[in-house]
Structure formats: structure tokens, C-alpha cells
């Protein structure tokens, strides 16, 4: 089960650039259900996330290189790419992801948590911005389909 929050961010913090960050690509081969190839620097995954926002079922299996490029070529929509670097927030981490073109000046900050009470609790750092958790439009998968909405242009 994965259970996260998401915001957008419009001023990253000085101190968080300066953290070392790792490439991502992502492509969508389903959106309904979300059907997913990743790479993350020499780790490839196939990915099926459930129906949700807040919360969802969400299972990885592992790929060789060559099975994500045959996948990869058969994905619908644009393939994402973003620097993600991960900041530690006392027990919890922060996903912080830079989104390239042609999504940028996309900025989400995720935050990933083991209850949903946990979530809901959630007092964001003041730096986070506008919470974009319950808005589908910001769901990566959607924004492979879709691009980024307006309002984060």
C-alpha cells in the first residue's frame, strides 16, 4: 500500500539544492490501470498501481535494461524525466521532484507514510506549497497523458 501526499512547490530551499539528486524515467503503458516502466540510474521496475489518490495497492516487479527499452517503446503519452532528491524530515523523507521539459517548471514534494491517520496528521514544511494530493491532474500518469496543467505553468 502506498500512502502519500503531494505539493507543489514554487521556491525550492537553498540548503535542498545543494543535495545530490537522481535521474528518474518513467513511461506509461496503461493509465487504467496504471501501468508503469521506471529507470532509476541501473534499476529497472515494472510497476501496477491500484485506483486512489491518498492512498493505493501498488506492486514492483524488477527488470533487466533491455526489457524496460522494449516496454518503454510501448508506452502511450510522454515519457517523464525529474531529478528527485530525497530530504529527511524527522522520521519521514521527502520526495522532492524536478520535473524536466517538457513539464517544467514542474516541483512536487511527496511525502510517503505507513497510515492514513499518519497522512491526515501531516503539518507540511512552510516552504511546501498548494496540496495537490486529491487533484488527479498532478498524478504522474496523467501528466504523461495530458502535460502539465496550466495553473503549474
Do not use: H
Amino acid at each position: 500500500m502506498e500512502i502519500e501526499r503531494k505539493y507543489l512547490v514554487t521556491e525550492i530551499p537553498k540548503e535542498v539544492l545543494g543535495l545530490p539528486g537522481e535521474t528518474i524515467e518513467q513511461a506509461y503503458l496503461c493509465t487504467r490501470p496504471v501501468l508503469r516502466v521506471r529507470r532509476r540510474g541501473d534499476s529497472y521496475v515494472f510497476t501496477c498501481k491500484g485506483p486512489g489518490l491518498l492512498a493505493r495497492e501498488e506492486y514492483e516487479l524488477p527488470l533487466d535494461a533491455q526489457s524496460y527499452e522494449l516496454l518503454r517503446g510501448k508506452a502511450e503519452g510522454t515519457p517523464i524525466r525529474k531529478v528527485r532528491r530525497c530530504i529527511p524530515l524527522g522520521e519521514l523523507q521527502i520526495e522532492l521532484d524536478v520535473f524536466e521539459a517538457p513539464f517544467a517548471p514542474l516541483v512536487v514534494a511527496e511525502v510517503e507514510f505507513q497510515t492514513r491517520e499518519q497522512a491526515m496528521a501531516f503539518q507540511p514544511p512552510a516552504w511546501f506549497g498548494r496540496e495537490v494530493t486529491f487533484d488527479s491532474a498532478y498524478s504522474n500518469a496523467s501528466l504523461s497523458q495530458a502535460g502539465a496543467p496550466p495553473l503549474c505553468k
